[in-house]
């Protein structure tokens, strides 16, 4: 069983940054894969990055360069830091972690205004 806390959404100004993390109860380092989605209201939702215990990044083309994951082993901790952000990117952020099932966070809201 793997619990998920994320935390760090809130409001910010377009052009600016904003880091989430999120708190896993389990060992970071032990989990193959852990994501963060983000989600609008009546769209689906759309994964926004991909770490793996292997060291492997994957971007979705929308936040690539603009959007990092990073992995703290220490304190069991996958972060997403965001910069430029744009109001498209107003959403509310998961974190996932798949370790033989997935596993959700309760999200997390982003509102970024113009």
């Known amino acids: 069983q793997v619990q998920l806390v994320e935390s760090g959404g809130g409001l910010v100004q377009a052009g600016g940054s904003q880091r989430l993390s999120c708190v896993a109860s389990?060992?970071?380092?032990?989990?193959?894969?852990m994501r963060w989605y983000r989600q609008v209201p009546g769209k689906q939702r759309e994964l926004v990055a991909t770490s793996t215990n292997g060291g492997t990044t994957i971007y979705a083309n929308s936040v690539k360069g603009r959007f990092t994951i990073s992995r703290d082993n220490g304190k069991n901790s996958v972060y997403l830091q965001m910069s430029s952000l744009q109001p498209e990117d107003t959403a509310v952020y998961y974190c996932?972690?798949?370790?033989?099932?997935?596993?959700w966070g309760q999200g997390t809201q982003v509102t970024v205004s113009s």
């Open positions: 389990g060992i970071v380092s032990s989990i193959p894969v």
């Open positions: 996932y972690a798949l370790r033989v099932q997935p596993y």
